[in-house]
């Protein structure tokens, strides 16, 4: 029964979740416009979810994520400032959040500080380069490119609907790259499955003779690649560029994979799992907006949900390891 | 009935038909209330004691006007605005008001254009796609402030600046008092420094003091401090009362005359003027201009000034 509770009772939250707003919200809620614009409004925590699966496989995690965004951000903004083409400042950024996520490994699996630690200390880190790098400021107007900004209002084109075109925002389709290759990686390559091993136990992973070490490291550049892209991302969507936007990701994101965490069998972070919880924590937002649910008191649901889940889901296995 | 009609015929024959029954309504003696509007008002800046002013400005107005508010707060995610933009678009609000830089949330104002949805700004900034900005002028504040800085020290002496370019509404009070103490050969501006806000800006900004107060030890070497906004002029007053420097005469003037400030500039020390904008004034003013907007006034000014009042010791007690 618990394994059962266990099993399906996370989908089933999910699903009554879904089912509340459609049936609350019958005119709006389940329609094309609607469900793209969640896809859209979810895309950037959706590439930082899961890459931050990558590192939660192995049962660490990074908390420099959301300052890394913000850094991302601005460094690709401040390169605009200077002229630089788009695809230069663009790579320049995302090679500042390789950099960044591989510095993060190398302090977690070589050095050998604790992630909670080494990661809460390069998120000041990356929060205050942000800070130098933009001076403080926000970056916006003349100074983005226009077809930087562009590429998160526009998309493929699916149709229309009351004469108002309805697009599939390429935000939505860079996410989706997103988790593809990560679930390709994590699910379909050796690397991926020693992961798996190191994040089921560390010592059994290294006495079997994997390079724990260096595969730890590694992961991080994930993490890294993936905060710069979605800080990237929510520069375009905001047409602009400051130091701090992209913080608010970290929390949610950890929050999404331990959501999904409670979807799968053996309780281990998946990335398919992961999108489930960016999509219920998406479609929470959304919902209880429409419903003109105070904004204080959507916060305070969306979190009571998320212990509300990972509660069931913990009770549930100490049920099976009991039975 | 509202939305049904719109629905059916789109949203300007549901205005019409709206705004005519109401008039009729109205003529017939009866109370309005059963057409309400609805209205998403929608900021990341909640948190922030002049946005609630507003807020509370707007929402008062709102409830005499009988609509249905939903104020929302992002908490500081901009990206999160343009989501809930979406969202209460989805939703079929009848406008959006929003306390955010246009220029950021493009995408939703687009959604709100193409949905035939006007947006009111409410101190945000200006975009062809708001219908109105309503605000305070930001440029006259400055200048009310800086000028009385100027004309207090008889036009010569240091002064000491504290501004934030990274948020442009006090960004322009920066350009403003540039330009007063430039005019003024004998004005020399000795530092113009950008305290750290994270803590709301008083106490970096009393360190940062503290640190000039030290580096410029002879009395009358500082002759004033002009802020941007009040945390850092309090900060100021702080490290010059701490410093035992307060009988110098170093002229503090700040923006925005927050209940400390007052107090400060009532209390008669170096903290001696400021300015108060009439946030409560920008949102029932907010409110008026999404009544304008309903009744299908096109607005021609896009930015829609409340005017802000200087604050010094004469009616510091006083107003408010």
Redesign the interface.
């Given at each position: 029964m618990m394994q059962m509770a266990r099993r399906f009772g996370g989908l089933a939250g999910m699903l009554a979740v879904i089912a509340f707003f459609a049936i609350n919200?019958p005119?709006?809620f389940l329609?094309p416009?609607?469900l793209l614009?969640i896809s859209?409004?979810v895309s950037?925590l959706t590439v930082v979810a899961a890459t931050m699966t990558v590192v939660m496989v192995m049962g660490d995690f990074d908390l420099s994520v959301g300052s890394m965004a913000s850094l991302a951000g601005v460094v690709a903004a401040m390169l605009f400032t200077r002229d630089f083409s788009i695809g230069a400042a663009l790579a320049a950024s995302l090679a500042v959040g390789l950099a960044g996520g591989l510095f993060n490994g190398l302090m977690v699996s070589v050095v050998g500080i604790l992630p909670f630690v080494a990661t809460l200390a390069t998120l000041t880190v990356f929060s205050g380069l942000a800070f130098l790098v933009?001076d403080?400021?926000?970056i916006?107007?003349r100074d983005i490119p226009e077809a930087f900004?562009a590429f998160?209002?526009g998309g493929p084109v699916l149709g229309s609907v009351d004469e108002?075109a309805l697009v599939l925002p390429n935000l939505t389709l860079v996410a989706a790259v997103v988790v593809l290759l990560v679930w390709l990686v994590l699910e379909q390559t050796s690397y991926g499955r020693r992961l798996y091993a190191i994040g089921g136990n560390r010592d059994a992973a290294r006495l079997a003779g994997l390079p724990v070490v260096g595969l730890r490291l590694s992961a991080f550049a994930f993490t890294g690649l993936g905060a710069a892209l979605a800080g990237l991302m929510?520069a375009s969507?905001?047409?602009?560029a400051?130091p701090?936007?992209g913080?608010?990701l970290m929390l949610t994101a950890i929050a999404a994979v331990f959501l999904g965490m409670t979807l799968t069998r053996d309780g281990q972070p998946r990335v398919l799992a992961t999108l489930a919880g960016v999509v219920v924590l998406g479609v929470l937002?959304?919902g209880l907006?429409?419903m003109?649910v105070?904004?204080?008191v959507r916060?305070v649901l969306v979190g009571a949900i998320i212990l509300f889940a990972v509660g069931l889901s913990a009770l549930g296995r100490r049920g099976l390891r009991r039975g | 009935m509202g939305r049904a009609l719109k629905r059916h015929h789109g949203e300007t024959d549901a205005m019409t038909i709206r705004t005519a029954i109401t008039a009729l309504a109205t003529t017939a003696g009866l109370a309005a209330p059963a057409l309400a509007q609805e209205v998403a008002v929608i900021t990341p800046y909640l948190a922030q004691p002049g946005t609630q002013f507003y807020v509370d400005g707007f929402t008062a107005r709102a409830d005499e006007l009988g609509w249905e508010v939903n104020v929302i707060d992002t908490a500081g995610d901009v990206a999160a605005v343009i989501s809930r933009m979406e969202d209460v678009v989805t939703q079929g609000v009848d406008a959006v008001v929003i306390n955010v830089d246009p220029a950021q949330i493009g995408a939703g104002l687009q959604t709100a254009a193409d949905a035939g949805i006007p947006v009111v700004g409410m101190d945000a900034g200006s975009d062809p796609l708001v219908a109105a900005n309503v605000t305070s002028n930001g440029y006259a504040m400055a200048a009310e402030t800086a000028v009385y800085v100027a004309s207090r020290i008889g036009g010569e002496g240091n002064v000491v600046m504290f501004t934030f370019d990274p948020f442009p509404p006090v960004q322009v009070r920066g350009v403003i008092a540039d330009a007063v103490f430039g005019n003024f050969p004998d004005i020399e501006v000795i530092d113009r420094i950008t305290p750290d806000v994270a803590d709301g800006g008083i106490a970096d900004s009393r360190a940062q003091m503290e640190a000039l107060l030290a580096a410029n030890p002879e009395p009358g070497s500082i002759a004033a401090v002009w802020a941007a906004w009040d945390q850092p002029a309090l900060g100021a007053l702080q490290a010059i009362e701490a410093a035992g420097r307060a009988d110098e005469g170093i002229v503090i003037t700040g923006i925005d005359a927050n209940p400390q400030a007052r107090e400060a500039i009532a209390a008669g020390g170096n903290f001696e003027a400021s300015v108060a904008q009439d946030f409560e004034g920008i949102g029932r003013t907010a409110a008026d201009t999404v009544q304008r907007l309903l009744d299908g006034e096109e607005i021609v000014q896009k930015v829609i000034y409340v005017p802000a009042n200087l604050i010094t010791a004469a009616n510091a007690a006083a107003a408010e």
């Amino acid at each position: 029964m618990m394994q059962m509770a266990r099993r399906f009772g996370g989908l089933a939250g999910m699903l009554a979740v879904i089912a509340f707003f459609a049936i609350n919200l019958p005119e709006t809620f389940l329609t094309p416009r609607n469900l793209l614009n969640i896809s859209q409004q979810v895309s950037m925590l959706t590439v930082v979810a899961a890459t931050m699966t990558v590192v939660m496989v192995m049962g660490d995690f990074d908390l420099s994520v959301g300052s890394m965004a913000s850094l991302a951000g601005v460094v690709a903004a401040m390169l605009f400032t200077r002229d630089f083409s788009i695809g230069a400042a663009l790579a320049a950024s995302l090679a500042v959040g390789l950099a960044g996520g591989l510095f993060n490994g190398l302090m977690v699996s070589v050095v050998g500080i604790l992630p909670f630690v080494a990661t809460l200390a390069t998120l000041t880190v990356f929060s205050g380069l942000a800070f130098l790098v933009s001076d403080g400021r926000t970056i916006f107007g003349r100074d983005i490119p226009e077809a930087f900004g562009a590429f998160a209002r526009g998309g493929p084109v699916l149709g229309s609907v009351d004469e108002r075109a309805l697009v599939l925002p390429n935000l939505t389709l860079v996410a989706a790259v997103v988790v593809l290759l990560v679930w390709l990686v994590l699910e379909q390559t050796s690397y991926g499955r020693r992961l798996y091993a190191i994040g089921g136990n560390r010592d059994a992973a290294r006495l079997a003779g994997l390079p724990v070490v260096g595969l730890r490291l590694s992961a991080f550049a994930f993490t890294g690649l993936g905060a710069a892209l979605a800080g990237l991302m929510y520069a375009s969507r905001v047409a602009s560029a400051n130091p701090t936007q992209g913080d608010g990701l970290m929390l949610t994101a950890i929050a999404a994979v331990f959501l999904g965490m409670t979807l799968t069998r053996d309780g281990q972070p998946r990335v398919l799992a992961t999108l489930a919880g960016v999509v219920v924590l998406g479609v929470l937002d959304n919902g209880l907006t429409q419903m003109r649910v105070d904004s204080y008191v959507r916060e305070v649901l969306v979190g009571a949900i998320i212990l509300f889940a990972v509660g069931l889901s913990a009770l549930g296995r100490r049920g099976l390891r009991r039975g | 009935m509202g939305r049904a009609l719109k629905r059916h015929h789109g949203e300007t024959d549901a205005m019409t038909i709206r705004t005519a029954i109401t008039a009729l309504a109205t003529t017939a003696g009866l109370a309005a209330p059963a057409l309400a509007q609805e209205v998403a008002v929608i900021t990341p800046y909640l948190a922030q004691p002049g946005t609630q002013f507003y807020v509370d400005g707007f929402t008062a107005r709102a409830d005499e006007l009988g609509w249905e508010v939903n104020v929302i707060d992002t908490a500081g995610d901009v990206a999160a605005v343009i989501s809930r933009m979406e969202d209460v678009v989805t939703q079929g609000v009848d406008a959006v008001v929003i306390n955010v830089d246009p220029a950021q949330i493009g995408a939703g104002l687009q959604t709100a254009a193409d949905a035939g949805i006007p947006v009111v700004g409410m101190d945000a900034g200006s975009d062809p796609l708001v219908a109105a900005n309503v605000t305070s002028n930001g440029y006259a504040m400055a200048a009310e402030t800086a000028v009385y800085v100027a004309s207090r020290i008889g036009g010569e002496g240091n002064v000491v600046m504290f501004t934030f370019d990274p948020f442009p509404p006090v960004q322009v009070r920066g350009v403003i008092a540039d330009a007063v103490f430039g005019n003024f050969p004998d004005i020399e501006v000795i530092d113009r420094i950008t305290p750290d806000v994270a803590d709301g800006g008083i106490a970096d900004s009393r360190a940062q003091m503290e640190a000039l107060l030290a580096a410029n030890p002879e009395p009358g070497s500082i002759a004033a401090v002009w802020a941007a906004w009040d945390q850092p002029a309090l900060g100021a007053l702080q490290a010059i009362e701490a410093a035992g420097r307060a009988d110098e005469g170093i002229v503090i003037t700040g923006i925005d005359a927050n209940p400390q400030a007052r107090e400060a500039i009532a209390a008669g020390g170096n903290f001696e003027a400021s300015v108060a904008q009439d946030f409560e004034g920008i949102g029932r003013t907010a409110a008026d201009t999404v009544q304008r907007l309903l009744d299908g006034e096109e607005i021609v000014q896009k930015v829609i000034y409340v005017p802000a009042n200087l604050i010094t010791a004469a009616n510091a007690a006083a107003a408010e």
